[in-house]
């Protein structure tokens, strides 16, 4: 049971906008939405989470949708060193999936 | 400050041998965790300690991986008789905030096993 669904790749062109998104059809009402982001050859790092609203942070924003079953990540500007797989995670759940690899193209 | 680290960063083991990986996470965090990564896989939860106690070991795959962090800080990840389904990247994560949440946590550059 995949508690969220992501593609598996996208392409952006540098300097502009990237939208990622996550499908969590089976969300509760308490669970919050975390995005977690993958350099090559680094571990995972925290890039934004939220609940309800949308929400803004320096790296991301977070959309979320109003009945909540899905959320898309928004780099407003994509630079080289955004490539990187990125993951949604679901509520309490610990499993990062296998995310979506993001190729900036210069 | 200083992140997380883990050595060795990459550890060539044989078959049947055991080995041992060790994780300083940054200093006050009160959760650590740990996780294994497959080659083109995400992060797949193994472990989970609050302080020195380990509160969740169900991601573990089998009884011979043995997880501990006797004095609440620096934790060990032991895997017995290494066999080829276990070389993988370990990463450990810790975080200030209590509780298994994927939430706020600072990953390690991970330790890459690899088992001849």
């Known amino acids: 049971d995949a508690k969220t669904t992501q593609p598996n790749s996208m392409e952006s062109n540098e300097e502009e906008p990237v939208h990622l998104p996550c499908n969590h059809s089976?969300?509760?009402?308490?669970?919050?939405i975390h995005w977690y982001r993958q350099l090559p050859s680094q571990g995972p790092e925290y890039v934004i989470h939220?609940?309800?609203s949308n929400v803004n942070n320096r790296m991301a924003s977070l959309a979320i949708a109003e009945d909540r079953k899905s959320s898309t990540l928004i780099l407003h500007r994509a630079t080289l060193r955004d490539a990187a797989v990125y993951y949604c995670?679901?509520?309490?759940?610990?499993?990062f999936g296998a995310g979506t690899r993001l190729t900036v193209k210069p | 400050g200083a992140g997380v680290s883990q050595s060795p960063r990459y550890k060539v083991a044989k078959r049947g041998q055991d080995v041992a990986l060790r994780c300083d996470p940054i200093s006050g965090h009160v959760s650590l965790f740990w996780y294994q990564q497959a080659l083109g896989q995400g992060p797949e939860f193994l472990t989970y300690?609050?302080?020195?106690?380990?509160?969740?070991k169900s991601g573990l795959p089998s009884d011979r991986f043995f997880a501990e962090r006797p004095e609440g800080s620096v934790s060990t990840l032991k895997i017995q008789r290494t066999q080829q389904e276990d070389s993988a990247v370990y990463l450990c994560?810790?975080?200030?905030?209590?509780?298994?949440?994927?939430?706020?946590?600072?990953f390690g550059p991970g330790t890459r096993l690899t088992v001849t």
């Open positions: 939220g609940l309800t």
């Open positions: 995670i679901r509520g309490n759940d610990m499993r």
């Open positions: 994560a810790s975080s200030p905030i209590t509780g298994l949440l994927p939430y706020e946590q600072y």
């Open positions: 089976t969300i509760s009402g308490t669970d919050y």
């Open positions: 300690f609050q302080n020195e106690a380990q509160l969740d």
